[in-house]
T-cell receptor, first 117, second 114 residues
């Protein structure tokens, strides 16, 4: 089945630095990937839709200059948290869309826990 | 706009008893509905989905869900709960209007007591 790999699984960084999170579709090509953010004890909130070869579509309220998304190939999307602050600490999850199959939507990465100190 | 509601923040059930985690939805058009489970510090695991067909959908780990169009509900059920079922459960609806976004409910924490 479709597998999505997310790396790293956890990261600690200092305030003001940038962190890159990778999302890879291992056995299929994904023209679209989604990035979610989850605060403690809360649901996942969609941050942006990543489109291969074009600009990402950000949800309302998400700072595109802070959360840089690059979908340079059909198997890789990256989320870079720039100039990270403690309030950016969260659990980030990506999802990739296998092509052409009804009922897709259930291929998620294992998530990245970001802690900004 | 699509939306999903999980009215219970937490559900407590004794091991061996049946469990139900509630979910209601609002969509324009035919809904694509999903249930996911999340263990601490882990990503989401797919449990089951409803696209079309039988209203009773069977999924992983003995879970099932019943689609009720008149009540716009998609409750998750299991006949006999296990302690290992304790986790966070999310109901979700897929946006079929072209964006293919998945909208999640707030989640329901299930505690199964031995």
């Amino acid at each position: 089945g479709a597998v999505v790999s997310q790396h790293p699984s956890w990261v600690i960084c200092k305030s003001g630095t940038s962190v890159k999170i990778e999302c890879r579709s291992l056995d299929f090509q994904a023209t679209t990937m989604f990035w979610y953010r989850q605060f403690p004890k809360q649901s996942l909130m969609l941050m942006a839709t990543s489109n291969e070869g074009s600009k990402a579509t950000y949800e309302q309220g998400v700072e595109k200059d802070k959360f840089l998304i690059n979908h340079a190939s059909l198997t890789l999307s990256t989320l870079t948290v720039t100039s990270a602050h403690p309030e950016d600490s969260s659990f980030y999850i990506c999802s990739a869309r296998p092509p052409g199959v009804e009922g897709y939507g259930y291929t998620f990465g294992s998530g990245t826990r970001l802690t900004v100190v | 706009a699509q939306s999903v509601a999980q009215p219970e923040d937490q559900v407590n059930v004794a091991e061996g008893n049946p469990l139900t985690v509630k979910c209601t939805y609002s969509v324009s058009g035919n809904p694509y509905l999903f249930w996911y489970v999340q263990y601490p510090n882990r990503g989401l695991q797919f449990l089951l989905k409803y696209i079309t067909g039988d209203n009773l959908v069977k999924g992983s780990y003995g879970f099932e869900a019943e689609f009720n169009k008149s009540q716009t509900s998609f409750h998750l059920k299991k006949p006999s709960a296990l302690v290992s079922d304790s986790a966070l459960y999310f109901c979700a609806v897929r946006d079929n209007t072209g964006g293919f976004k998945t909208i999640f409910g707030a989640g329901t924490r299930l505690f199964v007591k031995a």
